[in-house]
């Protein structure tokens, strides 16, 4: 079936009646906004009719259709498919194979600076690798930051127990707390 085979003013000029007729039913049900809304859609048909729009559709239409047809029963589009997913999933490999080195290399340098610590040696420094973007560069400097463990009395490995110290007296939360509690919330 082509675009010439079908008689397009008929069947524009049809729908658009048809919407016409069903907005002035609605205008007697709902009231006068959703009839305009009717009858703006109601010239859609002609008015895709008027300036071609209907005929250029019909071509799109067909084109993805031949497309789709022409897809599906091809086994060299299908092996194109193959290699584009081979493709994408070796890119997000070596992606990931560089954020890994990054942290790995990151993490050596923390523990040889813990092990020289530990050994009263003072610490070498460690020149990181150069990150290649701006996350790389984040994950180093968070990698690199180590919070400082204050130094315990008594035993050096023994557990501590967290102090649990009241927390101080607020006045404006008592003021706040009789407002609710008279208020029963």
């Not at 069903?22 to 008015?47: C, D, E, H, K, N």
């Not at 070596?94 to 009263?120: C, F, L, M, N």
Request: charged share 25%; aromatic share 6%; proline share 8%.
């Amino acid at each position: 079936m082509s675009y010439s085979s079908i008689a397009w003013l008929p069947l524009a000029a049809g729908l658009t009646i048809l919407g016409l007729v069903l907005s002035y039913l609605t205008y007697q049900r709902r009231g006068l906004r959703p009839a305009m809304m009717g009858v703006a859609f109601s010239l859609l048909p002609i008015a895709a009719y008027l300036t071609g729009a209907i005929e250029m559709l019909w071509k799109v239409g067909a084109a993805i259709g031949q497309f789709g047809t022409g897809f599906v029963f091809s086994p060299a589009k299908w092996a194109g498919i193959g290699i584009t997913g081979l493709a994408v999933a070796l890119f997000l490999a070596a992606g990931g194979r560089q954020r890994r080195k990054a942290s790995r290399d990151a993490r050596r340098a923390a523990r040889a600076d813990r092990k020289d610590e530990t050994e009263g040696r003072p610490a070498a420094p460690q020149i990181a690798p150069r990150p290649r973007s701006a996350e790389q560069a984040t994950r180093a400097l968070s990698t690199d930051v180590r919070t400082p463990v204050p130094a315990e009395r008594g035993a050096a490995n023994a557990p501590t127990k967290p102090s649990r110290k009241p927390a101080p007296v607020d006045d404006d939360m008592k003021d706040i707390e009789e407002i609710l509690r008279k208020r029963g919330i």
